[in-house]
């Protein structure tokens, strides 16, 4: 079965510190695995894509990576400030001749000052 | 700057009231997707379309319809709100015609419709 799954479910942080977030596939046959973040009351944003031959992504403070062997995910948030409080959500692609996105159900972060 | 919009933030429905959805986005995408999302639960697809006119199911259609006339306009329709349809729903636009909404190119979202049926 096609699942993706994501941990912890939330995450309370101190601002300024880093923090990792994970993302575990069974999804057959890989297309590329995408990290969206989501502002609480506003639809998900594009982080990174990452295709099966690239293994890490970077978007300023966040840097994904990505194990295609052990089908596994993570997204590093350095120094985190308070407007990275939001859901982060682990969006994995089949690579069929129908159309197959499955999402995770998401990490939800809070950063403290 | 790709932008999607979605006609209501919030909207209270009755049982049994025919519901409208509206989404439109403004840059020329081939692709439009409806979602909803509830706690707990990734994203689930309800229908998608990739061109005018076209529409396609997703995992979870029943109860629900869509309409694509114009390309930028994407809709959907609840027939006969129920209260398990109480949920945030989510209009995507992409551009990669080739992939036909494949899943390979990178969704862009509205703000989301909070839909509560009471």
């Known amino acids: 079965k096609n699942q993706v799954e994501q941990s912890p479910q939330s995450l309370i942080i101190l601002e300024g510190k880093n923090c990792t977030l994970q993302?575990?596939?069974?999804?057959?046959?890989?297309?590329?695995l995408r990290w969206y973040k989501q502002d609480t009351g506003r639809g998900p944003v594009s982080l990174t894509i990452?295709?099966?031959?690239?293994n890490t992504k970077s978007n300023g403070r966040y840097t994904a990576t990505l194990d295609a062997d052990t089908k596994q995910s993570s997204l590093h948030i350095t120094a985190s400030q308070l407007s990275d409080s939001a859901s982060y959500i682990c969006?994995?692609?089949?690579?069929?001749?129908?159309?197959?996105?499955?999402f995770g159900a998401g990490t939800r972060l809070f950063v403290k000052a | 700057d790709v932008k999607v919009t979605q006609s209501s933030r919030y909207l209270v429905k009755r049982t049994g009231e025919k519901v409208f959805l509206e989404c439109v986005q403004d840059?020329?995408?081939?692709?439009m997707f409806w979602y909803r999302q509830d706690p707990g639960l990734g994203l689930r697809l309800i229908y998608f379309?990739?061109?005018?006119?076209?529409?396609e199911k997703g995992d979870i259609p029943e109860g629900y319809s869509v309409s694509r006339e114009k390309k930028e306009r994407f809709s959907l329709i609840l027939e006969s709100a129920s209260t398990n349809q109480t949920s945030m729903y989510l209009c995507?636009?992409?551009?990669?015609?080739?992939?036909?909404?494949?899943?390979?190119?990178?969704?862009?979202f509205g703000p989301g419709t909070r839909l509560l049926v009471l």
């Open positions: 995507a636009s992409s551009l990669n015609p080739f992939l036909r909404g494949r899943g390979g190119e990178t969704q862009y």
């Open positions: 993302c575990n596939y069974t999804v057959s046959p890989f297309s590329n």
């Open positions: 990452m295709t099966f031959s690239e």
């Open positions: 969006v994995v692609s089949l690579h069929t001749g129908g159309f197959k996105t499955i």
């Open positions: 840059m020329d995408h081939e692709n």
């Open positions: 379309s990739y061109d005018v006119k076209m529409k």
